[in-house]
T-cell receptor, first 114, second 113 residues
Framework: GEDVEQSLFLSVREGDSSVINCTYTDSSSTYLYWYKQEPGAGLQLLTYIFSNMDMKQDQRLTVLLNKKDKHLSLRIADTQTGDSAIYFCAESTLGSGSARQLTFGSGTQLTVLP | DTAVSQTPKYLVTQMGNDKSIKCEQN?????MYWYKQDSKKFLKIMFS???????INETVPNRFSPKSPDKAHLNLHINSLELGDSAVYFC????????????FGDGTRLSIL
């Protein structure tokens, strides 16, 4: 979506760290999300961060939020081949009906090389 | 048990036909959604229902009609299918506000011949 931008592709070597970046536009977003989509499957909620937090860590995943720059990143430590997937960033935005809704980025295809 | 289940998983049909996709969630959530994912993986919300009431109705052709018989089900009926309707349709659900974490089904892959 035009409100949420991500780079389309990222390749890393197995065992390295991956950093997937996202920029968003709605400064009033309450939550920001990372979803993972494996081939032929639905979106799996990976993690999310409340807008008053700067960082959230969950095992190999670290989310960093820079509200000033409206920048969100997802770091995956010790990347494995099973991490190969499309990663979607999403922000909550005010929709046309004045209800909040999720707006997704275009997704980043992460390829983990052996 | 699958939390959000959609049927069918694959749907291949001819232009002009009418088809339905069903969605059920067993999470006890009060809000359900339909999304469309195009061939470039771009995901866009179509509809949202909260306790059987339509909350979000984005710019979608009126050939698409959602129906929510109860808060655990949200079905999508599509009339007069067109080539451009080919996509993956995802159902999702959440509890509370529309910006709360959403749980997705595995998608229905619709192909129009």
């Amino acid at each position: 979506g035009e409100d949420v931008e991500q780079s389309l592709f990222l390749s890393v070597r197995e065992g390295d760290s991956s950093v997937i970046n996202c920029t968003y536009t709605d400064s009033s977003s309450t939550y920001l999300y990372w979803y993972k989509q494996e081939p032929g499957a639905g979106l799996q909620l990976l993690t999310y961060i409340f807008s008053n937090m700067d960082m959230k860590q969950d095992q190999r995943l670290t989310v960093l939020l820079n509200k000033k720059d409206k920048h969100l990143s997802l770091r995956i430590a010790d990347t494995q081949t099973g991490d190969s997937a499309i990663y979607f960033c999403a922000e909550s935005t005010l929709g046309s009906g004045s209800a909040r809704q999720l707006t997704f980025g275009s997704g980043t295809q992460l390829t983990v090389l052996p | 048990d699958t939390a959000v289940s959609q049927t069918p998983k694959y749907l291949v049909t001819q232009m002009g036909n009418d088809k339905s996709i069903k969605c059920e969630q067993n999470l006890g959530h009060d809000t359900m959604y339909w999304y469309k994912q195009d061939s470039k993986k771009f995901l866009k919300i179509m509809f949202s229902y909260n306790n059987k009431e339509l909350i979000i109705n984005e710019t979608v052709p009126n050939r698409f009609s959602p129906k929510s018989p109860d808060k655990a089900h949200l079905n999508l009926h599509i009339n007069s299918l067109e080539l451009g309707d080919s996509a993956v349709y995802f159902c999702a659900s959440s509890q509370g506000g529309l910006d709360q974490p959403q749980h997705f089904g595995d998608g229905t892959r619709l192909s129009i011949l």
